[in-house]
């Protein structure tokens, strides 16, 4: 690799290459969501000849045959799914993560260290066993069972991330608070949480998208065509549609519409979030 | 509860250690529980199944069995191989990041695209990269359409070059993710740091090579063990959706989680995926403690400390 020399003086080459590294990069970051958006509204033969053009006219066949099928119910499984997760993922990890921060207990970084550390653990190694007892109390293809277990593997994250959050309040603020005979469950009820918007937001954002995209435990525990979740259900779009794209890419804009959805509306939060949450970890 | 609560709290500073502890227990026993659940008794029963057949002890057996198995080293090889994308990724995202926070018009509009990846599920990415990958595919029509026949390939199709594509696919859509942590880091150090540099004329990639690079160099590791982790033991999804379930050409894409996924659920072996879900969880382990040596080193080295 080689370090270009600029100074200040070449700033305006450097810029511009600059700006030529950027477009570029952008540029591929953004065709194949493009190719997949615009294929959506094509005829296969449209398609085929440019993959890359705009479509000779708008045409929504692909749009009508991904909309059949069990495709609404796959849909409605994914938003259960997500936000059970979501929720339950962020409330019990807010409360562990209050629990790790105010309270000075005997052992408690290496409590803590033991559950962030679960966040190297690959799901994969937790599925044969899982999936055993899933089928020892009846709950394959529940949308139950799959809750929990993404709850599960989204709290040590979870909890990583709020407890640095919470160790950095001003601490003057919370003994104020403790002073006035406030109780830790007010404190954490009344200061805590509403300061925490940012973070507790961001958190939301990050279990959403991996719940909603989550392939692996979802195609093992949930067999029955009915209990779907949108990703599985996709994913043999592509085998059973393989002669029609539109169709597929059809499919996979609806996929990614809420997401993208979400992703605007958590931008504004996102970046300040996670900063407080990887940074501020040391 | 309330009461007893409020008793600590007043003391905030310095409670009791017991009265803390059970203060404590109470607000994780939730998390705790779930946590039990599926960490905890998943890996117990994880591994006296490993040492077990038909519910048998067999000692190492199951492991003799699946580490003697060509599929199951092809597939540790491939994990292996996608490990070399790593610092591809890290320089990468550095790049990136440090080009951005140089930059002022449309940082906004860039960073946003080149985070945009990152927000995509991972099937959706690879049925589209699918589709871009064909033989007649979008790459191959650009290829041609700039004069480039020769360079045009079946991405997918041809064994020795399918486990590249696949990495370059997981290094488009992982890299945004580096670029907004690393630049979130960026932009919260002092700035006298840079100036300073300016001034001595130093360029521009070598002040933040040489000055923002050790400045940030935790989160660079954070990142590199992320990204680790994720080769070893989460790239399930793209080869299970580019290669329709079967980690093909023959098994050019095999990795370690189709291989588990295949003992358990298409041999009916759970013993062998059990013992060969141990390797795994072992790998991933060793791999996070070199990490944390390493950086641990590198620290040191950067700071005298």
Redesign the interface.
């Known amino acids: 690799m080689s370090i270009t020399r600029r100074g200040i003086h070449g700033s305006l080459l450097g810029g511009a290459s600059r700006y030529l590294l950027l477009t570029f990069m952008a540029a591929t970051a953004l065709i194949p969501g493009y190719i997949m958006f615009v294929g959506a509204f094509k005829t296969q033969a449209d398609f085929l000849n440019s993959p890359y053009g705009m479509p000779a006219s708008l045409s929504f066949g692909g749009f009508r045959s991904a909309w059949t099928d069990k495709f609404p119910q796959w849909l409605i499984n994914s938003f259960v799914i997500t936000t059970g997760s979501v929720v339950v993922s962020v409330f019990i990890a807010s409360l562990a993560a209050w629990g790790f921060a105010h309270f000075p207990f005997k052992g408690r970084e290496t409590v803590l260290g033991v559950t962030v550390s679960l966040m190297v653990v690959p799901p994969v190694v937790l599925l044969i066993p899982l999936f055993q007892v899933g089928v020892h109390l009846g709950l394959i293809s529940t949308l139950r069972l799959v809750i929990i277990i993404y709850v599960g593997l989204m709290l040590p994250f979870s909890i990583y991330m709020l407890t640095n959050y919470f160790k950095s309040i001003p601490n003057s603020i919370l003994e104020s608070a403790s002073v006035d005979g406030a109780s830790p469950l007010r404190i954490f009820r009344s200061i805590v949480i509403p300061l925490s918007g940012a973070p507790l937001i961001t958190l939301g954002v990050v279990n959403l998208l991996w719940a909603w995209n989550e392939l692996l435990l979802a195609l093992v525990f949930l067999q029955s065509n009915e209990k779907r979740t949108l990703m599985v259900g996709i994913t043999g779009f592509q085998s059973r549609y393989s002669l029609d794209i539109p169709t597929v890419m059809a499919g996979m804009s609806i996929a990614t519409l809420p997401l993208v959805v979400a992703y605007l509306f958590g931008q504004r939060f996102f970046i300040a979030g996670l900063t407080a949450g990887s940074v501020k970890g040391e | 509860m309330?009461k007893q609560?409020?008793t600590?709290?007043?003391r905030?500073?310095?409670?009791r250690?017991i009265s803390?502890?059970q203060?404590?227990?109470?607000?994780?026993s939730?998390?705790?529980i779930?946590?039990i659940?599926?960490?905890g008794?998943?890996?117990i029963?994880?591994f006296t199944?490993s040492f077990r057949y038909d519910g048998k002890w067999v000692a190492f057996e199951n492991f003799t069995l699946v580490l003697t198995d060509p599929l199951f080293q092809t597939a540790l090889k491939h994990n292996f191989y996608l490990l070399f994308t790593v610092p591809v990724m890290v320089?990468l995202a550095f790049?990136?990041a440090v080009?951005?926070f140089?930059?002022r018009r449309?940082m906004s509009?860039?960073r946003?695209?080149?985070f945009?990846?990152y927000?995509?599920?991972?099937?959706?990415?690879a049925?589209?990269?699918?589709?871009?990958y064909q033989l007649?595919?979008?790459l191959n029509?650009?290829l041609t359409a700039i004069g480039l026949d020769g360079l045009a390939q079946d991405w997918l199709g041809e064994p020795k070059i399918a486990l590249g594509t696949m990495a370059s696919v997981i290094l488009?859509k992982e890299v945004?993710f580096g670029v907004?942590?690393l630049?979130?880091?960026i932009?919260?150090l002092p700035s006298e740091v840079f100036e300073a540099s300016?001034i001595d004329?130093?360029?521009?990639?070598?002040v933040h090579?040489s000055i923002t690079r050790p400045q940030i160099m935790?989160?660079i590791v954070?990142f590199s063990v992320i990204e680790a982790?994720t080769m070893?033991?989460?790239v399930?999804?793209y080869v299970?959706?580019m290669s329709?379930g079967l980690g093909g050409p023959g098994d050019s894409t095999l990795v370690?989680?189709l291989y588990?996924?295949r003992s358990?659920?298409s041999n009916k072996a759970?013993e062998l995926?059990?013992a060969a879900?141990?390797c795994?969880?072992l790998c991933?382990?060793l791999l996070?403690v070199a990490f944390f040596r390493i950086q641990r080193r590198s620290i040191s080295g950067t700071f005298g400390r």
């Open positions: 309330l609560a409020s600590v709290g007043a905030n500073g310095r409670p250690t803390a502890g203060q404590a227990l109470k607000w994780i939730p998390a705790g779930v946590l659940f599926v960490f008794y998943s890996l029963s994880l199944q320089f790049l990136l080009t951005l140089e930059t449309g509009f860039y946003a695209a080149v945009l990846p927000v995509l599920p991972i099937p959706v990415v049925v589209v990269f699918g589709q871009i007649r595919g979008a029509i650009f488009w945004g907004i942590l630049l979130a880091h932009i919260s300016r004329g130093a360029g521009f990639f070598r090579w935790n989160t954070f982790i070893v033991s989460w399930f999804n299970y959706v329709n370690s989680e588990i996924y358990a659920f759970p995926a059990a879900a141990v795994l969880f991933t382990l996070v």
